[in-house]
């Protein structure tokens, strides 16, 4: 054996003498690695489905055409279109349920479709005998004509049945037999998407002979100059929105933000179990110093010892790394729901439910563990190669160790601190946000300590009897071995304050937003006759009929959306303005002024009473900025302006979405019902669900989807607070072992050994407690940058900070439960001890 395998045997030696070392070893690397691998594992896939999506249709971003209010139209226009030279494809898509479950439908013409999109469609796909036993169409022919072959990505097809597609058929759709023969499995298919023939999506959407969108051809050269300025398209007798392929909107750009706050929570449940690891390596760093000695005497040259332990560390490393990229594994699947609820919530992206394991992010958690066992040993690494063979009679009290420590931590947190504000403000938008808001957590964290340790004396200096002034003196000689688990506890309390926070306001002002912007109670579209609107405009319980639309421009060479509405109460008393000049609702009635939402607000950096200029389809105007409101989950800029101005400037444009009002609730009369009247114009016209909606009901499923997008966040939340309370755990575990011999000598002076156990007890509930409170103003802190800084970067908006002292009062209950939990092992080994085990240990020490 050489050398260095010879230092490897007998450090590892160690670890069969300390087997709880050995554990509580791997217990921090697999902790720490498994929340980051599994943040990995998650974007990786997010990032992959995104990649499908875009490639869905045309595998490049695509021009297309749309109706102004986003309705179905005629594929007639098609036709037309294609008539004149015009390189299109009929796309119809829509949402439906199947068994519960909801699907985007995505209707396509493969004859039309751009080349490498929709026309390679059945490349890869099995297509073979019907699912129900009948006869099914073979090859492209099963695409193109009934019974119709569906694709679907591989984890759809393989749960999806062909009966449950075929019961989702409207009525009259579905006479004549099954439309569907089989769902295959085909590879590049976006999760919970569905592509069929253009015919059979419209008999499933109940959108016969319509199509919600015309996809423009890279190579089409009719729609070339569109970008200019021309944005509607007559095409035989319908309206069509020009939307360049610029003007789409990057779900990994807006998504962003969202990966970005994953990977925080990552980095931070990594960044706290590495202070378990650096714990456990410096204790047996200490209980091995007699050893290094040895092996130096014997002849084992500073770099062989020093190799060794690095090997040793990097051994630990990837076998508990192994481990943790398994939990991480598992971790990612138990909250994938979660994040495909948010990713479909908050950004409209079907991410797939089903996790795969790729080397990619399995070899980054590998590495990034091997990375931060390295770097938590580094200190200990150091130490081993500056430890001489005649450095025995060198030693040095605990508290002076303590106290060199604090000075350098004092003033490590002011660099960091400083460094910190420093690195935010240069770098700025998402990622200088995040890396300020860490290094000042980690500011914060290094001086707690001290902090701590000038309670406690000032405490001890207090205290009236013996046992409260050995109590104080007792946890002050105890805070250098609790530092780093305080300081962890610290870090995960202070972000799930600042998160809960931000979220708990995001909740309340969203709540308050949506009933202001949703203070219609029926909205109605797609109504081209009047037919609806006159039956409306008879019944009594309506009061009055706002229309409004949508125009698009150009702010700066950016798609501008203008949302042309009718001057009325229910705009002026209900919308919600961040901020506005005196009378803004008048100027923008008079056609003198308008409004800007907040994205556009603050990415422009605009100031009430700045004049923008606009590009129209009759040219460029100029409008003064009246004022700016809140638009939460709206990635695009928008502007508002009334409704008369904007026919005046663009040509053909009709407001041809409305909002219905309902008369006010008179005593002894029953209030109007939106629900009943709703149910009445659907039945009466054959309205789809999109024609006509009951505002109240939007409303709530808003709500809903708005509760569904945290999931991920609270989970994230707990897992972190479970890896802090690791970090106590493991601290108090390595005190354990000399609690019996500092406490002896008060058993022999008559102190019982519940009331010392006890004592030992509320000491590290005290100090958890004292950790908590100083997680209030820094949580409020992270809070305030979540609010102030990160969101408007990810988003455009701001949002108003509340205080929520009775969450915090809940998180301080249970950092004290997690404390008390970790303290139950030394709790009852100190009860249960023996007298004559107290007696034997306190006569050798003695």
């Known amino acids: 054996m050489n050398g260095i395998g010879v230092v490897l045997a007998t450090l590892l030696s160690h670890w069969r003498r300390s087997p709880w070392q050995a554990a509580l070893l791997i217990t921090g690397l697999a902790s720490a690695t498994a929340l980051l691998s599994g943040v990995l594992a998650l974007n990786h896939h997010a990032r992959i489905n995104y990649d499908v999506a875009a490639r869905q249709i045309g595998g490049v971003a695509l021009g297309r055409l749309e109706a102004p209010s986003s309705a179905p139209f005629s594929q007639a226009a098609f036709a ?75 984890e759809v097809a393989g749960r999806l049945s062909v009966g449950a597609l075929n019961g ?23 999760a919970r998407t569905l592509i069929m023939d253009i015919g059979a999506a419209q008999r499933l959407l109940d959108l016969p002979g319509m199509a919600t969108s015309l996809i423009i051809d890279p190579d089409d050269r009719f729609f070339s100059d569109k970008a200019s300025g021309d944005f509607l398209i007559e095409a035989d007798g319908e309206r069509l929105r020009y939307v360049d392929a610029a003007d789409g909107v990057d779900a990994g750009r807006l998504s962003g933000s969202f990966h970005l706050n994953l990977t925080a929570f990552g980095l931070l449940a990594f960044f706290v179990g590495l202070l378990i690891v650096h714990s456990v390596i410096a204790l047996s760093f200490e209980h091995r110093k007699g050893m290094f000695r040895a092996m130096r ?153 001290a902090a701590l340790a000038i309670i406690v004396d000032v405490s001890r200096r207090c205290a009236t009897s013996p046992m409260t002034t050995w109590f104080w003196a007792d946890a002050r000689q105890q805070l250098p071995a609790m530092a780093l688990a305080l300081q962890a506890l610290l870090i995960a309390l202070s972000a799930n304050i600042g998160v809960s926070t931000m979220v708990n306001g995001f909740r309340d002002t969203f709540v308050d937003w949506i009933d202001q912007r949703l203070a219609g109670d029926v909205f109605l579209r797609n109504d081209p006759t009047g037919e609806v609107r006159g039956w409306l405009a008879a019944r009594g319980e309506v009061d009055r009929l706002l229309p409004f639309g949508f125009a698009e421009a150009r702010l700066e060479g950016d798609p501008l959306r203008v949302l042309a509405f009718t001057d009325d109460e229910t705009y002026t008393d209900h919308w919600p303005l961040v901020a506005s000049l005196p009378d803004a609702w008048g100027r923008v009635a008079r056609g003198e002024a308008a409004l800007v939402n907040e994205q556009a607000y603050r990415r422009r950096e605009l100031r009430l009473g700045d004049r923008i200029s606009i590009s129209t389809p009759s040219g460029e105007l100029t409008l003064d900025i009246a004022g700016a409101y809140s638009d939460y989950g709206n990635p695009r800029e928008e502007a508002m302006a009334n409704v008369d101005w904007v026919r005046s400037h663009w ?168 404390a008390a939990l970790a303290s139950i092992p030394t709790f009852v080994m100190l009860r249960t001890a023996s007298s004559a085990t107290m007696l034997r240990t306190f006569a050798s020490e003695k």
């Open 297 to 449: 005497a014997c002849g084992v040259t500073t770099l062989e010892a020093v190799a060794g332990f690095a090997v040793e560390v990097a051994a630990f490393a990837l076998g508990a790394g192994t481990l943790g990229v398994a939990l991480g594994f598992l971790v990612a699947n138990a909250i994938l729901p979660g994040v495909a609820m948010t990713l479909e919530g908050l950004y409209g992206e079907q991410v797939s439910r089903t996790l795969d394991v790729r080397p990619e992010w399995v070899v980054a958690g590998l590495v990034v563990c091997l990375a931060g066992a390295l770097l938590a040993a580094a200190a200990s690494l150091v130490r081993l190669a500056r430890l001489g063979v005649t450095d025995i009679a060198r030693r040095e009290t605990s508290a002076d160790r303590f106290m060199k420590a604090m000075h350098r931590s004092i003033a490590l947190a002011a660099f960091v601190g400083a460094g910190g504000a420093a690195a935010g403000v240069a770098a700025g938008g998402l990622v200088g946000g995040f890396a300020a808001m860490g290094a000042l957590l980690l500011a914060a964290a290094l001086l707690l300590p």
């Open 651 to 818: 040509p053909g444009f009709e407001a041809d979405l409305f909002q219905v009002v309902m008369t006010e609730p008179t005593p002894g009369v029953p209030a109007p019902d939106p629900a009943a009247l709703v149910a009445a114009a659907r039945e009466r016209f054959a309205l789809s669900a999109d024609d006509m909606i009951d505002q109240s009901a939007l409303k709530a499923f808003s709500i809903s989807i708005f509760e569904r997008t945290f999931i991920v966040t609270d989970a994230l939340s707990v897992l972190t607070l479970i890896v802090s309370g690791i970090a106590l755990f493991t601290a108090l575990s390595a005190l354990s072992a000399a609690r019996l011999s500092q406490l002896a000598p008060l058993w022999a002076l008559g102190v019982r050994r519940g009331a010392l156990a006890s004592l030992d007890f509320l000491k590290t509930l005290t100090l958890a407690f004292l950790t908590a409170l100083a997680a209030i103003p820094l949580g409020v802190f992270v809070a305030w940058m979540l609010v102030a800084v990160i969101n408007v970067e990810a988003f455009g908006w701001r949002l108003p900070l509340y205080m929520y002292p009775l969450t915090w009062a809940r998180l301080i209950a249970i950092a004290v439960a997690i």
């Open 168 to 190: 989702a058929l409207p009525g009259a759709a579905a006479e004549g037999g099954p439309l569907f023969a089989q769902v295959l499995p085909q590879a590049g298919v976006a």
């Open 80 to 154: 037309d279109l294609r008539r004149r030279g015009a390189r299109v494809s009929p796309v119809v898509e829509g949402r439906i349920s199947i068994d519960g479950s909801a699907f985007v439908i995505l209707g396509v013409d493969i004859a039309t479709a751009p080349r490498g999109g929709a026309a390679g469609i059945g490349n890869g796909a099995r297509f073979g005998g019907a699912e129900d036993g009948g006869q099914a169409n073979t090859g492209v022919v099963g695409f193109l004509m009934p019974p119709y072959s569906v694709l679907a990505a591989p």
